[in-house]
């Protein structure tokens, strides 16, 4: 399923059904994204008489993705990251690392300006990143946009704004045009609105 703003912005779910689909899944998968899917956690448990042993459970995990790492000979995929969302078995800022099965379905987070504007509503951004064609925008309503985002982060945080002529530029403006640095994780900014 996918759920794509026209600037791009939103999430697709996919089910990997054969090892290769795990190669695509690694040239899909950038650092920053934020991955949804099931995985196995270890966690202690207490019990009654005060024995401490570790089980294997099964939960599902929001993780703003650090490391990924593909291995070729088991068509494995491996990915690190920071929990962005409450769960009973990871604290949020703790770090999983997720391995993507097959026949189960995953979440990708990819950033846009209404993203972007709800984290600088939460007082989060630390570093904004914009594209020139943005902010100079020939549409005047989407020009003031942008203009109005940056004056607001200003107020707390640093703006860089990346030529469009220059490799960096290029690059930010695949992935929408605008993102963010945080100061801290942010609760799935990608939820159902």
């Known amino acids: 399923s996918k759920d794509i703003e026209k600037d791009n912005a939103g999430q697709v779910t996919l089910i990997p059904e054969e090892a290769e689909d795990m190669w695509h ?3 899909l998968l950038q650092v920053g ?14 019990s009654s008489t005060g024995s401490v042993g570790s089980n294997r459970v099964r939960t599902t995990l929001t993780i703003c993705v650090e490391n990924i ?11 690190k990251g920071i929990n962005i ?18 026949n189960r379905k995953f979440t990708l987070a ?3 300006i209404k993203q972007v504007e709800k984290a600088n509503e939460a007082l989060t951004i630390d570093i904004l990143l914009v594209t ?10 989407t020009r003031s946009r942008y203009v109005k985002l940056v004056d607001s982060v200003k107020n707390g945080g640093i703006v860089r704004i990346f030529s469009s002529l220059h490799v960096s530029g290029e690059q930010l403006s695949q992935l929408t045009g605008v993102a963010a640095i945080l100061r ?6 990608s939820d159902e609105e």
Not at 69 to 79: G, H, I, K, N, T
Not at 95 to 101: A, N
Not at 132 to 141: A, I, K, N, S, Y
């Open 25 to 27: 899944t690694y040239n």
């Open 33 to 46: 994204d934020s991955l949804r899917a099931s995985t196995i956690r270890k966690v202690q448990t207490e």
């Open 69 to 79: 790492d593909f291995d070729s000979q088991a068509c494995q995929l491996r990915v």
């Open 85 to 102: 969302q409450e769960n009973q078995y990871v604290k949020m800022g703790g770090y999983h690392t997720i391995e993507l099965e097959l």
């Open 110 to 112: 990819f950033y846009g």
């Open 132 to 141: 020139d064609e943005l902010f100079r925008h020939q549409d005047v309503p």
């Open 184 to 189: 801290f994780p942010v609760a799935d900014l």
